[in-house]
């Protein structure tokens, strides 16, 4: 993951893109012209958007067009569609599940409207599945309905509306990624299983989806189907999040950039100039917080290291080496704004667009906190370059 922040803040870097070569040697010198200077052009305020760049002449000589109301697709018409997704069965008994679909599906108990689907989507599984009514008795038969369903690409549950003529999802993708699949017992109709769906992300209230199959090996493979798309929607709609949050630790937690090879008080170099017992802040802790600190043994060493003694790996590491503190500010912190008195807090430079947590430090005595804010000056950088 740390390699992956490396590459973002090269690509962040960027001044202009690097161009492969099968690009550079294509013979329409437009496709480069329009990626180079158009599309791919690192500064925001340079980059042409989408619909600017179909004015390209690379573009403009080809039949595409603006849309005025939405998207270009190519839209699938009902009937068309009903000849790829719907299994063989009577005219009439289509109708009469639709218009009994449509009054069971009431959107007012779904808490939510049902959401129009792309027709041209890619179907990933596709099958009749029994769906019991909403507030229908799961022990009574008559309260399922046979019904023709598919999973697209994109992690919806959709099922084509004759009534309104359109493709509608009984559970979107976006809900698909809280979804909760279980085998269910006691059902009119079994083999049946349950997708239990969280209602705007609330995790406290759910919409119970309950369906019934013909035959165990179609059980086995639609709730594998469900399991597949839940676990593609998480991993879509969550990596944004988890990037972010990763980011952020990558940014925050400077313990991570602790090191430990050949480290010992009796190196030369890491041989103490001042030491003494220091309470510090946990990563991500709040100096408020008693709870929050723990009491290290810290050094400053010769080479200009901030150097302790884990407990936890039973060696020493360095805290903070020589280039850290030459950029670093250390300021005191008042007694009333942390659990501790005699707090000081140690601030990295920020490097290549990544910020760092202070390090917050509490020392014995108001003196020992001068002390440690003075020993720590000598390391650092001053604006002409000197110490």
Known sequence: REATFHFLEWLSQLKVWPTPSRIRRFEDKGLLDLLGQWLL????????????????KFVARSRLRKA??????DVIEPEEFRDLSFQEQGENDLHEHAKSQESVNDQSNLGRPFVTIDATRKVVHNGMLWKLNTDGDITNKAHFLQMDFWIDAQGSLAYFSLEEQKMLAMIDSSHMAGATITRLGGAARSPAFKVAVPVDH???????????????????VWMEAFHRARLEMMRTMHLGAEMAHDLNHFKLEVKNRRKSTGVTEDSEGYKSLFRSKLQKVITNGNRMKPGDWRERDMWLSKNGC???????????????T???LEVAVVTPIANEESFYPWTFQVQLAERSGLEFAPGEFAAESEGMRDRWIAEFQTFIMTPEGGR
Not at 68 to 73: F, Y
């Open 202 to 220: 609330d995790e406290a209230t759910v919409i119970d989806h309950i369906f019934a199959c013909e035959t165990e090996e179609d059980l086995i």
């Open 322 to 324: 020589l280039s850290d």
């Open 68 to 73: 005025t109301t939405g998207p270009l697709m």
């Open 41 to 56: 052009v690192p500064g925001p305020a340079e980059r042409k958007s989408l619909s600017e760049a179909l004015a390209h």
């Open 306 to 320: 901030l150097v302790y003694w884990s407990r936890r790996e039973e060696k020493e590491l360095v805290y903070y």
